[in-house]
């Protein structure tokens, strides 16, 4: 996610600006600006990489100033670049922003309408130049702010500042975090506490459709109709390594609680329920093209294997698709039969998973349509394929995947029902209805983190076992080889993920009252079928952790341990089922004294083959 940082007050700003996107870096971020005004007139500075870039492009100038306010860029919508970097400018207006705007393409055509000239591809753009719009109505900052803010659909945090008013810092958010710092004569906004821990421990927290206003004189917050909210300054306890956590104590376990927002970024602006439509602007082929597909490859490492794994079962039920996955390090050697009536797509959260990138090219010199699923904006992957479906999960830095996952899951649903509607296998009705499922997916994220501590439990007991095993069936499978990967990477306990139907092929003779079982067992065509495995492990001693459909007793009864999950159609479950998994994988590792975010032997990108 982007880095925001702000200041209205008495000290020079911009070796403040600077200090605040330094603790903002574990964000992660491809570019850095810093604006500022200096005796009436904005100064603007950007560039791309590192901060230490802007750093050097500033060097030796007098940018003193006593307002401004700076950004760090993962960049979502335009890849890594200057003219892509914040702050964008409007005229005497310059904005950050940290969010999607998910009708920008709309309001930008109208701006233009209007006379407006774009420099860069941001939705951010976008919205400085509405706000702009409004100033030259002869609004006020606030309300020309507010004014833009009531055309806008998705999610914000935004911090915006006009040479014309020096002294006003106006900051607003909808969905995306901002804080506002309080010092005596000073005042601050940041996306997140470490930015601004340095300077002050009194902060003010925006709630959505809320808006400051800072000036030397104080804060002011106001919601979209401009009446005030009385709001409670909070002291912050944490120290500046917890704050980068979040408060967490591994971003590991930070970014599992991510996931109803990651979710939700990934869906935004991407779906219609009126029309039961589904967009995906970058996917970079036309419905003809789609409709001349005849197989689809899917094709990935690790954690994105096994998304690929339940991308294949979503496809083949509803789009009936022929849909091969591919352990990518084992593609290209295997000589594909792959051409132009193929679909390849790359699943991958760094887009730099090098068997992965290399079975992209194969793919293409091959002759098949190259698409990627990515978390990184301008990454390797996203940059050598014909069109891609970007996840919003944010910088992911726990070195195992876990937000990421959910968001290939989500991804790949998308596709799934856009798919489906190009080669007129899914009509509008059940399109709408899946959609009507796919975006309670959140809070039912939600509700099964709130098993943690169940789950924490569960973890106690086992945790020194030297094995695991993880059953699942048809979409679930999958999952059990997910849930495996987890547990092994980060508690180092020796871990296999079996179909649960395998069994009787060999892994029952593992069976024994040391060795714990996980099995999905949620209520769907192959309930009965995994209630029959849960009793061949029972009575051969086995220990058994069910994870069942809340509400069903019968198969609690017949396990020793049972988390329960809420219902959902079959080709979310699995998103459903792996936030168990997670936990159960964070918690037996702290308990072993793992490192959680860099286990041991483990890389976050693999980028050699
Ligand atoms: C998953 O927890 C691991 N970190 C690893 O298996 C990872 O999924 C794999 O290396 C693929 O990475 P990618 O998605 O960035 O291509």
Redesign the pocket.
Known sequence: MCGIIGYIGTQNVVPILIDGLKRLEYRGYDSAGVAVIIKGNLEVRRSVGKLKNLESSIQGENLAGFIGIGHTRWATHGRPSEENAHPHRAGKLVLVHNGIIENYLLLKRELAAEGHNFKSETDTEVLCHLIERYTKRGMVLEEAVREALKDVKGSYAIGVIHEDYPDKLVAARNGSPLVIGLRKGEFFIASDIPAILNYTRDVIFLDDEEIAILSPDGVVVTDLKGMSVEKEVKKVLWNPVMAEKGGYKHFMLKEIYEQPRAIMDTIRGRISHESGKVYLDEIGLSDEEMKKIERIYLV?????WHAALVGKFMIEDMVRIPTEVDIASEFRYRKPIIDKRSLFVAI???GE?AD?LASQKEARKLGAKVLTICNVVGSTSSREADGVIYTHAGPEIG???TKAFTSQLTALFLLTLHLGRVKERINSDDVQRLLGDLVKIPKLVEKVLGSEEDIAKIAHLFFKASDFLFLGRGFNYPVALEGA??LK?ISYIHAEGYPAGEMKHGPIALIDENLPVVVLAPKDSVYTKVRSNIEEVKTRGGIVIVLATEGDTEIASKADYVIYIPEINRYLTPIILTIPLQLLAYHTALLRGSDVDQPRN?AK??TVE
């Open positions: 990935a490492c690790g954690t994105s991958t959260q760094s998973t992965t070195v195992a995947s990967l987890k990477e483990l990108s693999v």
